[in-house]
């Protein structure tokens, strides 16, 4: 949510703080005061990152993370990690997707009117729609468990946004562009916490910061190769010819999401450990320990 606002804020300031004028060296006063104002911001989080937030919460939130925990980091290997990674076929399926369903979020911003505060309010109408979007996947995501069948419905429902978007782009009517463009930002953002989630799931005891990496990695990826097709596709035919280039891959991508085995190994050492200390309400946290471990074996 806090990176949403920021890119929120993005949208909206500097074009207010860089207007569009003519004489460069007042264009130049501008971008310095930007400039200025960035750098302090970027100070003040530095200091909180350093001096006040925690790496991690003092008492593990779930019982997968506690007996994550207990894993020496001299036994980790990265190599090794990225190996079973790469191994672990559900979760190759989601990078694909997932690289695929963010170069979206970069396509599209090329589209917009070209007057530049038109611009950033579409922008801003994008990753606030996102920002109630993510945080409402989130609470379903939590409270249903169903992460495979909200991830494939997302994924869908972002394609009909697309769809509906490329469209209406042409008509002329800046609100119909507003409320299309809200809408796809709703789904479009709502699914980044979903992957994330699901990677999570699917790779369980590996790093999280390791699965994310991919995922981020996917993206830029699919970003640059998917950001210059779509520039010559525009170029050689028309915008509409480029949003059904990214329509075509969303739809692979669907396919592909339902295509993925829902293996929630997270899920499964929670219950399971649960289970053990319903089943013998006296066992010690070492036996707790390593009856959790176990689970990394399974697969």
């Known amino acids: 949510m806090c990176v949403c606002l920021g890119i929120a804020i993005g949208f909206l300031v500097p074009p207010i703080l860089v207007p569009n004028v003519d004489d460069l060296d007042e264009l130049a006063a501008h971008i310095r005061v930007m400039f200025y104002i960035t750098a302090g911001v970027a100070t003040f989080l530095f200091v909180l990152v ?100 909200t991830t494939l419905a997302v994924y869908l429902m972002s394609l009909v946004g697309l769809v509906l978007y490329a469209f209406t782009l042409d008509l002329g009517h800046l609100w119909v562009v507003f409320i299309t463009a809200g809408t796809l930002g ?54 509409l010819a480029g949003n059904l280039f990214l329509c075509a891959f969303l739809l692979i991508g669907t396919i592909i999401t339902a295509c993925i085995k829902s293996d929630l190994r997270r899920q499964l050492a929670n219950q399971q450990a649960l289970a053990a200390v319903s089943i013998k309400p006296n066992l010690s946290a070492k036996q707790l320990r390593n009856y959790t471990l176990q689970l990394q074996f399974i697969h």
């Open 50 to 149: 350093v001096f006040v937030f925690q790496e991690r919460p003092e008492i593990p939130p779930t019982h997968a993370q506690a007996a994550a925990r207990r894993i020496s980091p001299e036994s980790y290997s990265y190599t090794a990690s990225i190996l079973r990674l790469l191994r672990n076929k559900a979760f190759i399926l989601l990078v694909i997707t997932y690289g695929e369903y963010l170069t979206l979020k970069v396509s599209t911003r090329h589209h917009w009117n070209p007057c530049e505060v038109n611009a950033g309010r579409i922008g801003l109408t994008i990753v606030i729609a996102g920002m109630v979007g993510s945080l409402i996947c989130g609470i379903w995501l939590d409270r249903s468990k169903t992460y495979k069948q």
């Open 186 to 239: 709703f789904f479009m953002t709502g699914y980044l916490p979903l992957g994330f989630e699901f990677a999570v799931e699917l790779t369980y005891p590996e790093s999280e910061g390791t699965s994310s990496g991919l995922l981020n990695c996917s993206a830029q990826v699919f970003g640059i190769i998917f950001t210059i097709c779509q520039g010559k596709i525009m170029d050689s035919f028309n915008t």
